[in-house]
């Protein structure tokens, strides 16, 4: 019995330790990613990942980009549209201010078409609509210099019920004021803008129909909804 005992003392002793540190990568890994206060660059592992994946993977002239956050990312772009010239070069949890740090490598191969959807995880930090306006006016500016023949559509940003982090006040009023400036942007740019926010809208939030279960991502339908809104622009069947 005293042997038992002092060997679960003994294991306790070591164990311990060990799952104190297990606990704290947990809780420094979840920290990680949670969504930063500004609009600095996005640095959690997983933007790690993917940044390192996309400047190894090549894009040339015939390629259509899409940029943007997690909406971007769970978009299943290739095989929507049956392509494989269309790229994914959406990060979860990205804001204006991470794009800006990695459009270079994409810009520099000359795309076809780029495909911008970013803001919400900035309006959601507590930056403000203008300061997202001039940052996608950088990107703008920065694809029209490097590559003047790539053809640039501005997406909307999607409609939540979702509170700002901080001050806990509904973000949607945020979410129409930056969607005027960004259509007022793509007119003045010479930019397409791709109006989802209406087509998504339903009361002061996302449309349960294409609601994935959290109020803020899409679902199958959505992404489909998302797909038929703009596939009159992949097929180029549009005149610019």
């Known amino acids: 019995m005293k042997k038992m005992l002092l060997a679960s003392i003994v294991l306790n002793i070591i164990c ?8 704290v990568r947990k809780i420094q890994f979840y920290n990680s990613l949670a969504p930063k206060s500004t609009n ?10 993917r940044n390192s994946e996309f400047k190894a993977f090549e894009i040339d002239s015939n390629s259509i980009v899409f940029i943007g956050d ?27 201010a991470s794009v800006l740090s990695r459009i270079n490598y994409i810009v520099d191969k000359h795309p ?7 803001g919400i995880n900035d309006l959601l930090s507590g930056v403000q609509p203008r300061i997202v ?20 559509f501005i997406q909307s940003v999607f409609p939540t019920s979702w509170n700002k982090y901080k001050d806990q006040k509904p973000v949607l009023n945020n979410i129409v004021e930056l969607n005027k400036h960004l259509q007022a942007l793509s ?12 087509l998504l809208l339903k ?7 294409y609601d994935c279960g959290d109020g803020l991502h899409l679902n199958g339908q959505g992404y489909l909804l998302w797909r038929d809104c703009i596939k009159q622009f992949i097929n180029g069947s549009i005149a610019f």
Not at 16 to 23: D, F, G, R, T, V
Not at 112 to 118: C, D, L, M, T
Not at 134 to 146: E, G, R
Not at 203 to 209: H, K, T, V
Request: net charge positive.
């Open 203 to 209: 009361g002061n939030g996302l449309n349960p129909r």
């Open 16 to 23: 311990l330790p060990l799952a104190s540190m297990y606990l």
């Open 133 to 152: 306006t001039n940052d996608v006016n950088k990107m703008i500016k920065q694809i029209k210099s490097v590559s003047p023949q790539t053809l640039i």
């Open 40 to 49: 600095f660059p996005n640095e959690n592992i997983i933007w790690k990942i």
């Open 70 to 96: 997690s909406q971007t990312q769970n978009f299943e772009i290739a095989e929507a549209f049956n392509d494989i010239h269309v790229k994914n070069r959406g990060i979860a949890l990205d804001g204006t």
């Open 187 to 198: 007119d003045k740019s010479d930019c397409i803008y791709v109006n989802l926010f209406s």
């Open 112 to 118: 076809r078409k780029i495909f911008i959807q970013i």
